[in-house]
């Protein structure tokens, strides 16, 4: 399976996915290491883009997955995939700068307050 870059994607902003996420949906966050250990949404999962097509098939298809990554490039190609691959998701579009910008939460790992990288 390969990822690939594909436009019309499902989007949603920061307050419509927080609201998707306060009805079970769950966060994957799709940036690289450093990226998620700066800061990332406190709930959600981490997946590198480059590993999801591996981790694909422990990933639950009853459940709405919401992509993310620093700005929205990255996680829609992941929702292009997982929709092409059976899955509900949605990319958070303007991803994570757009969800701190929001003034929803960006933690470390360790609880603290995080940042963007």
Do not use: Y
């Not at 998707?20 to 709930?43: K, N, S, T």
């Not at 996680?75 to 092409?84: G, I, K, M, Q, Y």
Request: glycine fraction near 14%.
């Amino acid at each position: 399976m390969s990822i690939r870059p594909t436009e019309g994607v499902p989007g949603a902003g920061p307050a419509e996915v927080h609201g998707l996420i306060g009805q079970g949906a769950i966060v994957v966050d799709v940036r690289e290491q450093f990226e998620w250990d700066a800061g990332h949404a406190p709930m959600a999962r981490h997946i590198p883009l480059g590993s999801l097509a591996d981790a694909v098939d422990g990933l639950p298809k009853d459940k709405h997955l919401v992509l993310v990554c620093r700005s929205g490039g990255r996680s829609a190609r992941a929702t292009a995939f997982l929709v092409e691959s059976g899955f509900q998701a949605t990319n958070l579009d303007g991803g994570m700068k757009a969800w701190a910008e929001a003034g929803l939460p960006v933690e470390s790992d360790d609880g603290t307050p995080g940042v963007i990288a």
